[in-house]
Each structure stands twice: as structure tokens, then as C-alpha cells.
């Protein structure tokens, strides 16, 4: 007797990726284009989806930005996998800078840099700081968070945000390093106010180990004499807490390193 054994070629696929319509969207799509090789009909499988007989040319709708596995058997069972990779939409960028702090009373330059993107709705949260996505000035009374969003003509949304932090202006100065070895120089780490002064609760001193060693609550000027009940301190790095009452007489709490060497 005689036979033929004939060597069937393996599975192979062609294809195209779409790119999803707008950045965070999954309506990317895989379009594939040909299937050689083994025996149709052939059914194929994305991940772990529902199996479908494919008729080419064919489209796998609705497929996530990232990497996926597709897999394809002829009528024998032979099986072939391919990686599939959805890009992200390239289309524009929306940016507003990196977060800012200012003294209250300053202002910010609010200037976003957008790349690519015809805005037929802008939006500003909140909505009463600008009317349109054009650069201007911002003087905020306290710390917020703003907020742009822009929809294109496709429908595509696109936001950023910018936290603005608003600290209270300090009229007052800390020596970070002094020397109380009694020569007239240096020998008290005193808190020094401008022509605006103002009004401290109290200023406390701690050593590295956190232990309290010094603490004023009235009798201005304030200030530490480097002593621990009337005895000399190590030299060393201790820190300074204090406390004041703002313009609209909330507390503030300042601390800082002070280095005492003799």
C-alpha cells in the first residue's frame, strides 16, 4: 500500500490596529485583514473573550489601550497566538504647570499649554476664575484647587488640574544658629518681628530626642538663652515650635532647626 503525507503550512494572521477615538476611551479596534495557513473556517479568540467563526476581513470592536493576546484555530485544531498592542489616542495635550505656592495677597500666572486640541467647550471649575482657556492673572484668598476641561469637535474630554497653596505672609525672623558662651554676641536665639509684628502664643524648644527643654508663653521679646533650668545645654541641633495668631487670628504654627555651638 501507499499514502501521502502533505505538511500543512502554520496559521498566519494579518492585521491593523485603530486607535481608540479619544485618550481613556476602549474603543480601539482590530482589524484583521488576512488568515493563511492550516484549514478554515477559523475561529478566533481575543484574551479570555467569546470565540467567533471570523469572515475576512473582520473587526474586533470595542479593545482597551494595552497589550492583548489573539488567538486563532483552523477546523483541525491547530492554534496560533499573536501579540496585539492598542496604543493610546495621539491626539492633543492640556497642561497647567506644576503646582504652586504663594503668600496671600500674591497672584499666579494661569497660563495652560494646549497642544493640538480645537476647543468647542471650555470649562473652568470653578467656573468664575476665567471665561475662556487664555492666560491671565489669579489672586485666590485661600488654597484651592482649579480645575480646566476641553471637549473637541470628536467629542473628546480633556482636564488637567493645579492646586494653588495660599500660606499667610510670616513678619518674623528665626536665627537657625547661635552662641550663648556669654560674650555678647549671639548669646540668646531671639525671634525678631518686622514693622508689622505679631502676636505669638508661645515659642517652645526641644532637643533631637523631643524633649522639651525650654518654653515661653509671654513676657516679650521671646527668645532661648541656650539653658535648661538655669543649666548650660550640649551643643547640638534642637528645634524650634512656634505658635502666633495670623491677621484673622488663627493660629499658625512655625518650626525650624537651631543649631546651638559655643
Known amino acids: 500500500d501507499s499514502f501521502s503525507v502533505a505538511l500543512i503550512d502554520s496559521i498566519t494572521i494579518a492585521f491593523n490596529t485603530i486607535e481608540p477615538s479619544c485618550n481613556g476611551l476602549n474603543d480601539g479596534k482590530i482589524v484583521i485583514e488576512q488568515i493563511d495557513g492550516g484549514g478554515g473556517p477559523y475561529t478566533v479568540q481575543l484574551d479570555n473573550g467569546p470565540l467567533f467563526e471570523s469572515d475576512v476581513p473582520d473587526t474586533i470592536g470595542n479593545v482597551g489601550v494595552g497589550f492583548h493576546q489573539l488567538h486563532i484555530t483552523d477546523i483541525t485544531g491547530c492554534e496560533r497566538t499573536v501579540p496585539v498592542s492598542i496604543n493610546d489616542a495621539s491626539l492633543g495635550n492640556l497642561d497647567l504647570g506644576p503646582d504652586v505656592i504663594i503668600t496671600l495677597g500674591d497672584s499666579v500666572f494661569i ?4 497642544d493640538d486640541i480645537i ?3 471650555v470649562t473652568w471649575d470653578p467656573s468664575t476664575i476665567a471665561p475662556d482657556q487664555n492666560s491671565f492673572w489669579f ?3 485661600q488654597t484651592m484647587l482649579i480645575e480646566l476641561t476641553l471637549i473637541d469637535s470628536l467629542g473628546c474630554i ?3 488640574e493645579k492646586l ?3 500660606t499667610t505672609e510670616e513678619h518674623f525672623y528665626i536665627p537657625t544658629v547661635f552662641s550663648p558662651n556669654d560674650d555678647q554676641v549671639n548669646d540668646v536665639a531671639y525671634v525678631v518681628t518686622s514693622s508689622q509684628p505679631i502676636d505669638i502664643q508661645s515659642l517652645e524648644i526641644f ?3 523631643g ?3 525650654y518654653v515661653q508663653k509671654d513676657n516679650s521679646p521671646f527668645g532661648w538663652d541656650g539653658k535648661f533650668k538655669e543649666s548650660l545645654c550640649a551643643t547640638g541641633v534642637y528645634v524650634v515650635k512656634m505658635i502666633w495668631k495670623d491677621a484673622d487670628g488663627n493660629n499658625q504654627l512655625h518650626t525650624s532647626d537651631l543649631t546651638l555651638i559655643r
Open 111 to 114: 497660563q495652560p499649554m494646549i
Open 158 to 160: 480633556y482636564a488637567d
Open 139 to 141: 489672586t485666590p484668598s
Open 119 to 121: 476647543a468647542v467647550n
Open 211 to 213: 524633649n522639651l527643654v
Open 207 to 209: 532637643d533631637r530626642w
Open 164 to 166: 494653588i497653596t495660599v
